[in-house]
């Protein structure tokens, strides 16, 4: 991936996976065929015992990958952070894919509210190859949505 003169890049993307070599492949690929191209890839494998390591292998350093003993995706998501090299941080499990212009209307976002703490898009539901509508339960907040956390504590 490319890094603007050598800098920090925008964003690093982390992605946390156990046992998921069957589907990882997709994911990576998804976040490098992204149109907006200054990131970084982190992969945390949480103790995987699959063909996982072979995988990331392929990527060269494309990816960074780190192993972990099992610990579960919080702790391997820590365990990205505690590395990424990014001024913002983008999550990605390991069985979901992003289409190609995600980052780069993210980075839209930011540039014209400079204001906003975070940034989260929508998605889409395929369960066996058939798109499914998520509940309202799944539906995220939007606008300030740290207000109302405020007030809770």
């Not at 920090?8 to 982390?14: A, E, K, Y």
């Not at 820590?78 to 913002?88: E, L």
């Not at 990605?92 to 975070?118: C, G, N, V």
């Amino acid at each position: 991936m490319k890094i603007k003169n050598g800098l920090n890049p925008w964003v690093s993307v982390i992605i946390p996976t156990y046992n998921r070599c069957w589907i990882l492949k997709e994911a990576i690929d998804s976040v490098l065929s992204q149109k907006f191209s200054d990131i970084e890839i982190i992969v945390v494998d949480d103790g995987s015992t699959d063909a996982t390591n072979e995988l990331l292998s392929t990527y060269g350093d494309q990816v960074t990958s780190i192993f972990q003993e099992n610990k579960g995706v919080s702790a391997a998501r820590n365990v990205g952070i505690s590395i990424a090299r990014g001024d913002y941080i983008a999550f990605l499990d390991s069985d979901d894919m992003w289409l190609t212009e995600k980052l780069s209307s993210q980075h839209e976002f930011y540039q014209s509210h400079p204001e906003a703490y975070i940034c989260q898009t929508d998605e889409i539901w395929i369960r066996n190859g058939v798109r499914v509508n998520p509940k309202n339960r799944h539906k995220k907040p939007s606008g300030m949505i740290f207000e109302d956390q405020k007030k809770s504590f």
